[in-house]
């Protein structure tokens, strides 16, 4: 019944982020066209990230910070090259709008954990590497309990969490509840989102408690 479930789950990702390609093209453009105008070029944000059973996949966004870089040619502080512009883009969501064609690729879903940096696989505990048995979603359980807001044994909870107990009526609730989110722009802090946010690695147990009913 779960290998049935999560075949019906790919067909819907290609379904739906296909439909979200063509219906949401204009909007795609006029993204392009802000970014392109704001911030110059790129207009991509192209990094790699660890995608189902760790495997390495390229990850689409807008782009939404300055390419500044100091007298030796690095990239200056994330909070010195962020823009109202990109601030704007990442609160609505509108940044993560190309990772539709990672979903219609095969490399995420529109429901699962949030593909992570790959420099934290070597710091994963056998627990939290679970996060990897199911494919990363733009959404997941963790952005819908706090995104941003939250620590990180919460958002590993979550996600493993999530891989115990999926479901398509689990994931259709996250897909409502990101949509209401995203309209109410809840779950995000700038202040804190550069400071204290790296994950370090360090023990994360399993809760027993329902995280989904908290």
């Known amino acids: 019944m779960r290998k ?12 739906l982020s296909l439909i979200g390609l063509i219906v949401l093209s ?17 207009i991509f944000f ?7 059973d760790g ?12 390419n500044l870089t100091d007298e030796n040619g690095n990239l200056l502080p994330n909070e010195m090259r962020h823009t109202k512009v990109g601030q704007f883009l990442r609160s609505t969501s509108l940044d993560e709008l190309p990772e539709l064609i990672n979903v219609l690729k095969g490399d995420m879903s529109l429901v699962g954990p949030r593909p ?4 934290y696989l070597p710091l994963y505990n056998e627990y939290q590497a679970r996060r990897h048995e199911v494919r990363p979603g733009i959404t997941g359980l963790a952005q819908v309990n706090g995104r941003n807001s939250i620590t990180w044994e919460e958002k590993f909870e979550y996600d493993v969490w999530y891989v115990d107990n999926f479901n398509l009526l ?28 790296k994950f370090l690695g360090g023990d994360v147990v399993a809760n027993e408690t329902s995280l989904y009913n908290r």
Request: glycine fraction near 4%; hydrophobic fraction near 50%.
């Open 116 to 119: 992570l940096l790959v420099e």
């Open 26 to 42: 204009p909007v795609f453009l006029i993204v392009a066209l802000i970014v392109f105008v704001k911030l110059g070029r790129p």
């Open 46 to 52: 192209i990094q790699e990230r660890p995608g189902k």
């Open 4 to 15: 049935l479930q999560f075949a019906i789950k790919r067909i819907l990702d290609i379904i």
């Open 170 to 197: 689990l994931d259709f609730k996250i897909l409502f509840k990101t949509i209401v989110k995203v309209f109410k722009r809840e779950g995000i802090n700038f202040n804190n989102r550069y400071k204290n946010n």
């Open 55 to 66: 495997k390495i996949f390229k990850m689409i966004k807008f782009r939404t910070m300055l």
